[in-house]
């Protein structure tokens, strides 16, 4: 057989082997008690949900005519045509964040409202290349967690903007970047309505055309990404870091950290 044949299986193992691999030395730094290795089978659903997809969207506008409502409502439409259960929340007399404390009436219909969805779509003007205050506030006072409640971790979300001249990605791209913060599902499509005072009729329904019609692709692929990860939402955001700070030592050490206890001698 010809030892030049790279089809050959005969000859030297050392050869075969490859060269020596520099990261294979082990890994002193990890915990052995706290990593897992993903697999399929971890991926199987262990409660079957049957209620309807929950979805909650946001928008950034307190306007009158306030063209992020109008898509919000488009999308609001689309989502209970895909079989979705939608709630909207309207952001008028929500305070600043740290302007008010977490217990605002308002505060709390936003943190409850983040809890029941699976899914969440935002939906920001642009203003001044970024999204407005208003979408970030309302952003801004969803923490990371509450005690054991995790507000958004695990819940897919859709982005959209609208904007009053050329099509722009300004917004969506902050919000994507909110979403990854939040530890969000974000999905890859996304939808930018430019000069949006066009796209709308007076009863503030969006026209038909190739805008439209990405909305509904939007939607569409929202719901497909729900309906795939809802089921799956705690074993896809567990993290190796994360059961490493809930072991009681790690606790303590924490709370020694920020003054709440001492540190055992």
Known sequence: MDKTDPNTTDGDETDRAGPPRPFADGLPALSATHFAVPTSADLGIRETFTHAPRFLILYGSLRERSFSRFLAYEAAR???????????YHAHGLPLPDDA???????????????????Q????PERHGAMTGVMKAQVDWLPLSEGSVRPTQGRTLAVMQVSGGSQSFNAVNGLRVLGRWMRMITIPNQ?????AYREFDAAGRMNPGPLYERVVDVCEEL???????RERADYLVDRYSE???REPERLRAVAADIGFTKRPA
Do not use: C, N, Y
């Open 223 to 229: 719901v497909k990404f729900t309906l795939l990860t």
């Open 101 to 119: 404390t977490a217990d605002h009436p308002k505060v709390q219909e936003l943190r409850a409202l983040s809890v029941w969805s699976e899914g």
């Open 78 to 88: 689309l989502l209970e045509a895909m079989g979705g259960e939608v709630r909207i």
């Open 191 to 195: 939808s930018s309505v430019p000069m």
């Open 243 to 245: 059961r490493k700070e």
């Open 121 to 124: 779509v935002w939906v920001s």
